[in-house]
């Protein structure tokens, strides 16, 4: 029961990253149809197998399409699933582990519970107007607007070694997240003599609820909000680690859960590991260590393709929060507020 938990978990981070809960709505000559659906959407093939051989499913492929720089872009695969009883049997299974989008699943059981799709059956207007109010629900339900932006002050005080959690962590870390080395180029002004290279562990979504459950289960890292202009919302909210070893300590227990960012984990704590600290390298670095953290950096930059990302900064207000079990730190927490021209990274939390 406890592999199967932890499977489950894994697929839920999944969906409540890149995964979609929908209500598919075709039109024909006589009424319109409405079935369940569901999807998930990666080139990393290992992720979509896992899918096919946990819960079945029909897998297509998109070709790959043409980057703004020239370079071609990956294969895509998407894994899909349409019919009542597959979706239903699939939903039930990996449900109770979800953080986000656990009330999408909720109604997309119940659109299969009280209207189920019968082929060959024509439906009443009544049973039409239903169906469509179903349908009008799930499309408000995957709005930005319904997201959870609520950022609890309930605080982890020891690291879990819960696997059912970071197995559901891997899931979201396989999609939203990010393993990276930055490299930082000398600041005018100062006596550094050779460029910095820092590690990066990055999650970034626009619900905070995911988010909520790691820093109630993992005390490291630090939580900021960078504007986004691409974001509907305007902001997202950006969980990150970026200390050796803060980073090695998420490193050693999530690598285990992870498939298709493995490699990328692996190198990272690799760097962690190995990498020398030189203070503020105001002596220089040797020629070997500069060599060993700039091969880092380019293995890991080709394995994320895109690199790190960077967002400029928004003026924060404090937000709302449930201090929980750590009500006496919990109701002191402030946020540290941060124009666009702070030489800060990002804003705190």
């Known amino acids: 029961m406890e592999k199967e938990n932890i499977k489950m978990a894994y697929l839920a981070g999944l969906m409540d990253g890149d995964g979609s809960f929908s209500i598919i709505k075709h039109k024909t000559k006589a009424s319109p149809i409405y079935y369940p659906f569901l999807q998930f959407v990666s080139w990393k093939k290992e992720m979509i197998d896992f899918f096919v051989a946990e819960l079945g499913g029909?897998?297509?492929?998109?070709?790959?399409?043409?980057?703004?720089?020239?370079?071609?872009?990956?294969?895509?695969?998407?894994?899909?699933?349409?019919?009542?009883?597959?979706?239903?049997?699939?939903?039930?299974?990996?449900?109770?582990?979800?953080?986000?989008?656990?009330?999408?699943?909720?109604?997309?059981?119940?659109?299969?519970?009280?209207?189920?799709?019968?082929?060959?059956?024509?439906?009443?207007?009544?049973k039409l107007q239903e169906k469509e109010q179903f349908y009008l629900r799930?499309?408000?339900?995957?709005?930005?607007?319904?997201?959870?932006?609520?950022?609890?002050?309930?605080l982890a005080k020891t690291i879990s070694e819960d696997a059912v959690f970071w197995s559901y962590l891997a899931g979201l870390m396989e999609t939203d997240g990010s393993f990276s080395v930055k490299r930082q180029v000398q600041n005018k002004g100062t006596d550094v003599k050779n460029p910095r290279y820092l590690p990066v562990i990055s999650l970034s979504m626009t619900d905070a609820r995911a988010i909520n459950y790691i820093r109630e289960n993992f005390p490291l890292g630090k939580l900021y909000i960078p504007k986004n202009k691409s974001c509907s919302a305007g902001f997202h909210y950006q969980y990150g680690i970026y200390t050796k070893k803060e980073c090695s300590e998420f490193l050693r227990?999530?690598?285990?859960?992870?498939?298709?960012?493995?490699?990328?984990?692996?190198?990272?704590?690799?760097?962690?590991?190995?990498?020398?600290?030189?203070?503020?390298?105001?002596?220089?670095?040797?020629?070997?260590?500069l060599k060993f953290r700039h091969d880092c950096y380019i293995k890991l930059v080709e394995l994320n393709k895109y690199g790190v990302s960077k967002s400029s900064l928004m003026d924060l207000k404090l937000l709302p929060g449930d201090a929980g079990d750590n009500k006496a730190e919990g109701s002191n927490a402030t946020v540290n507020v941060a124009s666009e021209k702070t030489t800060q990274v990002d804003a705190v939390l």
Not at 265 to 273: D, G, P, V
């Open 58 to 126: 029909n897998v297509t492929t998109t070709p790959p399409c043409i980057r703004k720089d020239g370079s071609e872009g990956h294969l895509m695969y998407r894994w899909r699933m349409r019919s009542n009883d597959n979706v239903k049997t699939a939903i039930e299974k990996f449900m109770n582990h979800l953080k986000i989008k656990s009330e999408r699943a909720s109604l997309l059981l119940r659109f299969i519970d009280e209207l189920p799709f019968v082929r060959g059956k024509r439906l009443s207007i009544d």
């Open 138 to 154: 799930m499309i408000q339900s995957n709005d930005w607007t319904s997201f959870d932006n609520t950022v609890s002050t309930k």
């Open 253 to 289: 227990r999530i690598i285990p859960f992870l498939k298709g960012k493995r490699a990328n984990a692996e190198l990272l704590l690799h760097f962690c590991e190995n990498s020398v600290n030189t203070g503020y390298c105001r002596a220089g670095i040797s020629a070997d260590e």
